[in-house]
């Protein structure tokens, strides 16, 4: 009997210390990561450059005249289009560990590692009032590996642009499991992008949705933050609300955002996910499976959908139309357009939820599609199309810009 009592005492004196019976950190010297710092000033140099060479060629935007295409880490291609049928790549906006923008306005917000830039287009070639809110993301932070020990970063130290290997003594950080969940050792890229609704723009780190007001687009203030609990893939902003998608394809969520101060969550959404190409429009939401997930299971046949948004905000089925799987979807005016691995798809949509497919384009696979008035911008993996969509039924290519 008093063997037992002593082992009790032991069990609970244990725990009272820091729960030694499941205390995974390791003490003393052990394998860890350190930062790998850089205070050269031209990482957070933003400078417009001569045109180059497309390599990784990313989403296109669109800029009056212009279609802005994203070079993930380095910054944005700016091609002239003022004659469609000659496009001109006019310049480079060299922008250090970018992978995300939007454009608002006359106003390009994007990332430059951790920091948020704000960039008045119209100034373009200088770039001489460019906006900086430091360290808007944390991302980079973490090294991107499961359960792994690391220095924590100092940001005085400068700017972390990668992580090294070696002994640390009692290191005090480690990554956390629920960004790696399926995804094996390797932490998945985040990048949710940018959104933008009624002077504010939102942007998701980590786990949290953050908004910033930028009716004074060069002074950025931030607003709110609401902690989700998951790691996000997409974001949509419509009508004062916002959707989020979780890496793991599992869901989604909306959120009220009508009044900027306060995000309200309002209800899970199980039927639409970062495995679908989707675009709010109005009270409608259209969804395709999306090839390009290729953690999402594939799907033994493939529709286009159309789900309402109640008054209660539950998302509702309403209509549905056999389809192909899709890698982005845009609409203009009562036409919705759809990049699939066949090339182009316009589904008339005026009377929607009730969906008829109006015309199919054989083409390369298109990845990505922008609209500018009567013209339709897609790209595929070789090249950007531009096709005249003043006749939906009809479209027909107007030049083509191989990389």
Not at 227 to 243: H, R
Not at 247 to 252: E, L, S
Not at 277 to 292: E, K, Q, V
């Amino acid at each position: 009997m008093a063997r037992l009592l002593l082992t009790y005492v032991l069990l609970i004196t244990c725990f009272l210390l820091g729960g030694c019976l499941d205390d995974r950190w390791e003490r003393g010297y052990v394998d860890a990561y350190v930062p790998v710092y850089d205070n050269n000033p031209n990482l957070r140099q933003i400078s417009y450059q001569p045109a180059r060479a497309i390599r990784n060629a990313g989403k296109l935007y669109t800029y009056g005249t212009y279609i802005l295409q994203e070079e993930s880490d380095s910054g944005l291609h700016i091609i002239s289009y003022q004659d469609p049928a000659h496009p001109v790549k006019t310049g480079f906006l060299r922008i250090p560990g970018f992978q995300k923008a939007l454009i608002e306005g006359d106003y390009l917000y994007a990332d430059n590692y951790n920091d948020l830039i704000v960039v008045p287009l119209k100034e373009l070639p200088s770039v001489t009032h460019v906006a900086r809110v430091s360290r808007v993301w944390t991302q980079k932070d973490f090294p991107p590996f499961r359960n792994v020990y690391f220095e924590c970063p100092v940001p005085t130290k400068g700017t972390v642009i990668g992580w090294h290997l070696t002994k640390v003594n009692d290191p005090k950080c480690r990554t956390q499991f629920r960004y790696y969940d399926g995804y094996g050792e390797q932490r998945p890229r985040l990048s949710a992008g940018i959104v933008g609704n009624k002077g504010h723009i939102y942007l998701a780190d980590n786990t949290d949705i953050v908004s910033y007001s930028v009716t004074q687009p060069l002074a950025p203030v931030q607003q709110s933050r609401y902690q989700t609990g998951e790691v996000m893939d997409s974001l949509y902003a419509f009508n004062d609300m916002l959707i989020t998608t979780d890496v793991r394809g599992t869901g989604g969520s909306l959120y009220d955002i009508s009044d900027p101060l306060i995000i309200q969550y309002r209800t899970m959404l199980t039927n639409l996910s970062s495995c679908y190409a989707m675009l709010p429009a109005g009270r409608h939401i259209y969804a395709a499976p999306n090839p390009a997930k290729r953690l999402c299971y594939p799907v033994s046949s493939t529709t286009l959908t159309v789900s309402d948004i109640e008054d209660d905000y539950r998302i509702v089925a309403k209509g549905a139309l056999p389809f192909d799987s899709t890698y982005a979807l845009a609409l203009s005016g009562n036409y919705l357009y759809a990049a699939t691995p066949k090339g182009i798809s316009v589904v008339d949509v005026s009377s929607a939820p009730a969906l008829t497919r109006l015309a199919d384009k054989e083409a390369v696979p298109y990845i990505d599609l922008v609209i500018r008035g009567t013209q339709l911008y897609c790209r595929s993996n070789i090249s950007i199309d531009c096709y005249d969509i003043s006749s939906p039924a009809a479209i027909k290519v107007i030049s083509k810009l191989v990389y």
